[in-house]
C-alpha cells in the first residue's frame, strides 16, 4: 500500500515543454523530500521542503510543499532532454524513516 | 558518486538459498538504511540502524536480517529466497538518524532469483 501517491505515472513530453508531477498523501509528514533516479543508480536528493505552503526553487525545478504538509508538486519550465528520469517523493517522519511514492516516469525528448 | 558503497553489484542466485549484501555508509555517517525497488512495489523501506542499534522497521521479511558492525557497515542477509525476492536493493546513510536529513543511495545490488 503506497501512502503517497504520486500523478501521472508516466510523463512523456517534448523538449522545451512545461510539466507537473504531483505528490499527495493522508499524512501529515515532518518534511518531504524529491529525488530523481536515473537508470543504474540510486535516487539522488533533489530537494527538501520543511514548512507548509514552502516553495523552492531549483534551477527550472520548482517545489511546492502543501499548506497541510501533505500534499506536494514538482514543476519543471522548458524542460529538457537531461531532464528524463523517475521523480520519486518521499515523505519523512521524524524518527527518520522515509516514504517513498511509487515515481513518476518523466522521458523528455528533443 | 554518493559516497555510498555497495556490493555485490549484480548476482543471481537460485530459490531457496541465502545472499548477503554488503554497504559502506559514507565517511562519518552513523545512520544506514536498507530499501527495496521492484517494479510492481516501488521504492519499499525495509530497516534503519543508527550507531550499530537498529532504529526503525519497515516492511522487512521475517526471511531477512540485517546488522550494522561496529565499524558502521552494514549487511543485509537475505535466506530462503524466492523469485519474488527478485529485485534492486538499496542502502543510503546519513549523518544522523532524524527525518528531514539528507540521505545518500549507493547504485544497489541487483538481486535475481532463478
Known amino acids: 500500500t503506497q501512502l503517497l501517491e504520486q500523478s501521472p505515472q508516466f510523463l512523456s513530453i517534448q523538449e522545451g515543454e512545461n510539466l507537473t508531477v504531483y505528490c499527495n498523501s493522508s499524512?501529515?509528514?515532518?518534511?518531504l523530500q524529491w529525488y530523481r533516479q536515473e537508470p543504474g543508480e540510486g535516487p539522488v536528493l533533489l530537494v527538501t521542503?520543511?514548512?507548509?505552503?514552502e516553495v523552492k526553487k531549483l534551477k527550472r525545478l520548482t517545489f511546492q510543499f502543501g499548506d497541510a504538509r501533505k500534499d506536494s508538486s514538482l514543476h519543471i519550465t522548458a524542460a529538457q532532454p537531461g531532464d528524463t528520469g523517475l521523480y520519486l517523493c518521499a515523505g519523512a517522519h521524524s524518527w527518520g524513516k522515509l516514504q517513498f511514492g511509487a515515481g513518476t516516469q518523466v522521458v523528455v525528448t528533443p | 558518486d554518493s559516497g555510498v558503497t555497495q556490493t555485490p553489484k549484480h548476482l543471481i542466485t537460485a530459490t531457496g538459498q541465502r545472499v548477503t549484501l554488503r554497504c559502506s555508509p559514507r565517511?562519518?555517517?552513523?545512520?544506514v538504511y536498507w530499501y527495496q525497488q521492484s517494479l510492481d512495489q516501488g521504492l519499499q523501506f525495509l530497516i534503519q540502524y543508527y550507531n550499530g542499534e537498529e532504529r526503525a522497521k519497515g516492511n522487512i521479511l521475517e526471511r531477512f536480517s540485517a546488522q550494522q558492525f561496529p565499524d558502521l557497515h552494514s549487511e543485509l542477509n537475505l535466506s530462503s529466497l524466492e523469485l519474488g525476492d527478485s529485485a534492486l536493493y538499496f542502502c543510503?546513510?546519513?549523518?544522523?538518524?532524524?527525518?528531514?536529513?539528507?540521505?545518500?543511495f549507493g547504485e544497489g545490488s541487483w538481486l535475481t532469483v532463478v
Open positions: 565517511s562519518g555517517d552513523l545512520s
Open positions: 499524512s501529515v509528514f515532518s518534511s
Open positions: 543510503a546513510s546519513s549523518v544522523e538518524g532524524q527525518g528531514g536529513n539528507t540521505i545518500y
Open positions: 521542503v520543511v514548512t507548509g505552503g
